[in-house]
């Protein structure tokens, strides 16, 4: 009895535990080299010695790593989520002023409920505070703090909004 008779029985365990660990990286690089083991194992079925099936399966995975990789991963990043999150959905937020928004600070009530502390836009021309229940925008978020401008809002739109904030 040969042990390379049972060679096709540790290629499948290769190929399980990579199978395995890229569930758990998700990157395709263990399922490239699963593939490739695949490769060998097939190559052992089909009577190649052990030297060949390793040859074939080193190869193989090479070039999927290389070649089939990178396009599998730009088509799969390519449909990205366009929703913006985070900091990132903040910007171009209306607020009402809660305690007087002057260029060093204050308190603004974000359309989501979130309170946030403020400070106006240094690039802003108009008012150098604005009081309570002024409505705003947020331009950009430093840190913890909305850098924030005068909004202009209608009259109708202004009451509706104001009492859904407060």
Known sequence: MDIT??????WLVL?????????LTLDFVFLMIAIGSLGGLLAGLLGAPWWLQLIIAAALSV???FFIRPPLLHRLKRG?????????ALIGMNGVVVSTVSRTAGLVKLSVGETWTARLSPAQAGPAELVPGEHVIVLSIEGATAVVAPSPVSAGAGDLTERSLT
């Not at 190929?15 to 569930?23: K, S």
């Not at 990205?80 to 990132?88: C, E, I, L, M, R």
């Open 63 to 65: 070039v999927l790593v």
């Open 80 to 88: 990205g989520d366009p929703t913006k999150s985070n900091v990132d």
């Open 5 to 10: 008779s049972y060679a096709w029985i540790a």
């Open 15 to 23: 190929i399980l535990v990579f199978v395995i660990i890229e569930m």
